[in-house]
């Protein structure tokens, strides 16, 4: 199938009205289509409406919402929302509630829309779309203090001529940036290629470099959704359903978007490459995915599935080794040889977060160093796998090229192996889910995000406590995690 037939195919099925999508859907009553279409567009209200009330709540007053609101909560950080919620609980464990309903409410809808998304039309989902993205830009920093963990490391090289990759934030204690972060004796673990872009906000004000960052998240994040409809209709896919799937799941948007991080310049840059790989521009998209890898490492698990898989190897190897040497003489030139912290990070391992689990469940008292080499010969062994299926599916397949699932796979066994896993890294695979026709990879990745509930919301927190009686921390091997974890912050 060429990608003009392509194109044209899934511009037809967008444009159909709700009958676009399987037999036995399009045999429902027409009551029952207006009722899903009904319920579909009612949710998306309602995921606007509980965004915005939680932006409003982490607005009004210092609260976990916003820990760096705990050390200082400046007009410019709170943003033009605050104050519009004066009725906001003052009880710290009814807002814990209070949040942890809303996001798995939040999360509920987002499962009747994609549930619903062939009964609608693509523009209120794109509005809707449109809106949290918005609405996220206003907030201050959710639950994270990474924006400035960013803006602190850019201060270090190009305010204080320190390397961030040799020498840790708590040198630059005197910076007006340092109090609002946490990692104070972590060297920097992010890519050259973002470090670099960052040291642009180095001259402006922190309340500026704070707000031209934000804007530069909405806007990555906004041309991650522009990719994967482009993407999409190349696969022939649902355009509409895709980008649901990926730019109203709650996790994305309050942890993601919300908390500001830096993974949409990485997943930016790998949609290239998806884009330009499936417009057979090999050169050009192995140099996106090697660029990807520049902003921050976990894109690099991709790149061999993707050069292997690749119809014109050759030309995307090519691409990728042209980029590699690029990028990498510009990081020797500003930061000498020295690589991203990674190793550290590495180390650091979730209390609740899966891997934790199954190091409780094995009677080890959570993640050791020997099950930590497992997750990662694990990681290892599937990357290699998907890279050999790659290789022999190539000119194989009908619409989907074989590396595209190979990809989504790797992507999503990553963040199951990862010891220090975010609930935003499901922006990893949410987009390579999207565009797969086999849904399986979709209910992984909506399994993952119940998982993320019980992890990282307060009262998944304390199911885990109390009705599973679970104590990671408690463990020899669980304090020695989080007293590494704490040497890092202190």
Request: some cysteine.
């Amino acid at each position: 199938m060429t990608v003009t037939r392509s194109s044209t195919t899934a511009t037809q099925r967008t444009l159909e009205l709700p009958a676009a999508g399987t037999r036995a859907w399009a045999d429902l009553p027409r009551i029952g289509r207006l009722a899903a279409a009904a319920l579909g567009y009612l949710s998306l209200v309602a995921i606007v409406g509980t965004s915005l009330a939680l932006v409003l709540a982490a607005a009004e007053r210092h609260s976990f919402l916003s820990p760096p609101s705990h050390v200082g909560f400046p007009r410019w950080m709170s943003g033009p929302l605050a104050g519009l919620l004066p009725g906001l609980t003052h009880h710290g464990h009814a807002l814990k509630v209070e949040f942890t309903v809303a996001v798995a409410g939040a999360f509920v809808l987002y499962l009747v829309v994609l549930a619903s998304v062939r009964f609608l039309r693509a523009w209120p989902v794109l509005a809707a779309i449109g809106a949290v993205h918005v609405i996220f830009f206003l907030s201050p920093p959710l639950l994270l203090t990474d924006i400035f963990n960013y803006i602190n490391y850019a201060r270090m090289g190009a305010v204080h001529g320190l390397n961030p990759y040799v020498h840790v934030p708590v040198l630059v204690s005197q910076d007006a940036a340092y109090r609002f972060t946490t990692w104070h004796h972590l060297r920097s673990p992010y890519g050259p290629l973002f470090t670099l872009g960052t040291y642009a906000l180095a001259p402006f004000p922190l309340s500026v470099a704070y707000w031209v960052y934000k804007l530069s998240v909405m806007c990555a994040s906004l041309g991650c959704i522009a990719l994967v409809w482009k993407c999409a209709r190349l696969v022939d896919r649902n355009p509409t359903a895709a980008v649901a799937f990926v730019g109203l799941n709650p996790f994305f948007l309050v942890y993601g978007l919300g908390g500001q991080h830096n993974d949409v310049f990485m997943m930016l840059l790998v949609l290239t490459g998806v884009y330009l790989m499936l417009r057979r521009r090999e050169e050009i998209g192995g140099a996106a995915f090697a660029a990807a890898i520049a902003v921050k490492a976990s894109a690099g698990v991709l790149l061999p599935v993707v050069l292997l898989g690749a119809r014109s190897r050759l030309r995307a190897i090519a691409g990728a080794v042209g980029a590699i040497a690029v990028l990498g003489l510009v990081s020797l030139a500003v930061f000498g040889p020295h690589l991203p912290n990674d190793a550290s990070q590495s180390k650091l391992v979730v209390p609740f977060g899966l891997t934790n689990d199954l190091g409780l469940a094995l009677g080890l008292g959570g993640v050791t160093a020997k099950l930590r080499l497992i997750l990662q010969i694990v990681l290892a062994a599937g990357v290699v796998a998907a890279s050999v299926y790659a290789w022999l599916m190539r000119g194989r397949e009908r619409e989907t090229p074989a590396w595209l699932p190979a990809a989504a796979a790797v992507s999503l066994l990553l963040v199951l192996t990862l010891t220090w896993v975010m609930p935003w890294y499901v922006f990893w695979v949410l987009p390579l889910a999207a565009l797969l026709r086999a849904p399986w990879f979709r209910i992984a990745t909506i399994v993952f995000g119940i998982s993320l509930l019980v992890i990282w919301t307060p009262l998944g927190q304390d199911f885990n406590h109390n009705v599973l009686h679970l104590h990671p921390t408690r463990t020899a091997v669980g304090k020695q995690n989080h007293a590494y974890l704490h040497r890092l912050l202190k």
